[in-house]
Nanobody
């Protein structure tokens, strides 16, 4: 079930940059972990970066030093700044809410519809 709306994807040349945005779908989502995942055809979705309600961040090794995740709780927004993009970054990127550590009884992640990022010359 789509819980958020992602936008900002598109076609970019290798070495270029894109900024993805996610508009959170509910007020309580600002008080849970948020993350960006990505998926390529035939593969499972993989974690790219995450950010806690207090803005503690984690990154997958393959994006460290290139991508920056941030959130604006006041505006209910999540962002992913992607620099030095490579063809292997081509994927559908998903905004994800993860309430499991914060909401009693929660066992599922909540996914946006995804936005396509294509890195190609």
């Amino acid at each position: 079930q789509a819980q958020h709306v992602e936008y900002g994807g598109g076609l970019v040349q290798p070495g270029g940059s894109l900024r993805l945005s996610c508009s959170l779908s509910g007020g309580i989502l600002a008080y849970i972990d948020l993350a960006w995942y990505r998926q390529t055809p035939g593969n499972e979705r993989e974690l790219v970066a995450s950010i806690s309600p207090t803005e503690e961040t984690t990154y997958a090794d393959f994006v460290k030093g290139r991508f920056t995740i941030s959130r604006d709780n006041r505006e209910n927004m999540l962002y992913l700044q992607m620099n030095s993009l490579m063809p292997d970054d081509t994927a559908v990127y998903y905004c994800v809410g993860d309430p499991r550590k914060f909401v009693s009884g929660s066992t599922s992640l909540y996914w946006g519809q995804g936005t396509q990022v294509t890195v190609s010359s």
